[in-house]
């Protein structure tokens, strides 16, 4: 038998490198745009800047990027079934935040999803990750944005003021999914849902230091 790739492998790859392409270049056409727009909308005036604070506080957001990609890598070996190299994970979700530029940010999913075959994951759960990290992330912020309102104002009035009846109600919707995915068996949830993901092994679809990345993030 021949270890040679067939044609339609051939093919995907091929559409794989046209599609990052395309993103990268149209996400440095959307950044080029957004700065164009901002200068024109710049205010005349001398502004100072203090590059030992700029660098300083460039480290938070450097760590903190490390410890989300670190949450994925989690995320995705719970999905997969399996362990995934820690190198070319973190390598593609910066890749796949880079792609945050674009439009409504379908660049991130679909980096991923480009890139899955360097983690030897099916595209489907490396696109479905983004998904239910978005859902863990939602679910956490929500709880620690809400914890320092309550302490900065003493009263859930503030919140429901805040973010209204709805957007609490909708914290919590995301609130009881993220419950089900950390502390639920997937052989309890819809076939339908599993199957649409590809996940594989057993156990909850999200692990439990999952959510807790995203609180340190």
């Known amino acids: 038998m021949s270890d040679e790739p067939s044609g339609p492998s051939i093919g995907f790859a091929r559409l794989r490198t046209i599609a990052r392409l395309v993103l990268g270049v149209a996400s440095a056409i959307f950044v080029a745009v957004a700065c164009y727009k901002l200068s024109r909308r710049w205010e005349s005036g001398k502004v100072q800047v203090s590059w030992p604070w700029i660098i300083t506080s460039a480290i938070p957001i450097a760590l903190g990027t490390v410890v989300l990609a670190v949450g994925w890598k989690w995320l995705m070996e719970r999905m997969a079934g399996k362990r995934i190299p ?28 480009a890139g899955a075959a360097r983690l030897d994951v099916s595209a489907a759960i490396a696109g479905y990750s983004v998904l239910t990290e978005s859902i863990s992330m939602v679910a956490v912020g929500g709880l620690v944005g809400f914890a320092l309102l309550l302490l900065t104002t003493g009263s859930s009035g503030g919140m429901t003021q805040a973010f209204g009846v709805l957007g609490v109600l909708g914290l919590a919707a995301f609130v009881v999914v993220t419950i089900v995915l950390v502390f639920v068996d997937r052989r309890h949830l819809p076939a339908v849902v599993i199957k649409a993901m590809k996940a594989e092994g057993s156990g909850p679809l999200v692990p439990r230091r999952g959510p807790l990345a995203h609180a340190a993030y």
């Open 86 to 113: 820690l190198r070319p994970c973190l390598m593609l979700h910066f890749e796949s935040q880079m792609a945050r530029y674009t439009p409504g940010k379908v660049g991130v999913p679909l980096v991923r999803m």
